[in-house]
């Protein structure tokens, strides 16, 4: 069986999840809107604070997954 890969990525604000789990088309528009909103709001927050995690996976091994 050939194994088909997934890409997902989570975003976060210092040590804080904002997003979890998107997807390659979902992630983009996530991660200006992060931005975005840290240029707007009036907090200690800055755009150095944000980061992402690109992960890879087997959605072969997530489908066949008996949990």
């Known amino acids: 069986m050939n194994e088909i ?3 997902m990525y ?13 997807t390659e088309e979902e992630f983009p528009k996530a991660w200006e809107t992060a931005k ?15 980061s992402y995690e690109k992960l890879n996976y087997s959605k072969t091994a997530t489908l066949d997954s008996s949990h």
Request: with cysteine.
């Open 5 to 7: 890969m997934g890409t």
């Open 10 to 22: 989570h975003i976060y604000l210092k040590d804080r999840c904002l997003h979890y789990g998107l």
């Open 36 to 50: 975005g909103m840290i240029v707007l709001m009036k907090t200690d927050y800055t755009i150095d604070d944000l």
